[in-house]
């Protein structure tokens, strides 16, 4: 359902959610929606924020603050 909403759209950016699941469909909706893409959900630790950034994310979205100024 959530690749299909995304066809014909003008957004500019998308969050994936659940990071761990995001992770595992990016490639999927890189074939269809060439915005940026943004994983979010349960990101608490510099790995998880690793993990995306090797998967190919343009950035994450956290509430644990001790991360906002993360920059590797």
Known sequence: ???RSLKGV???AVELRPYSHA???LPMFKEI???KFFAGG???SEERIKICQ???FDGVMT???KLWS???
Do not use: H, P, Q, R
Request: hydrophobic share 45%; aromatic share 20%.
């Open 23 to 25: 992770v595992e469909f």
């Open 42 to 44: 349960f990101i608490n």
């Open 70 to 72: 993360y920059i590797e």
């Open 63 to 65: 509430s644990t603050k």
């Open 1 to 3: 359902m959530a690749l």
């Open 33 to 35: 929606f060439t915005g």
């Open 54 to 56: 090797k998967a190919g």
């Open 10 to 12: 003008n957004f500019t």
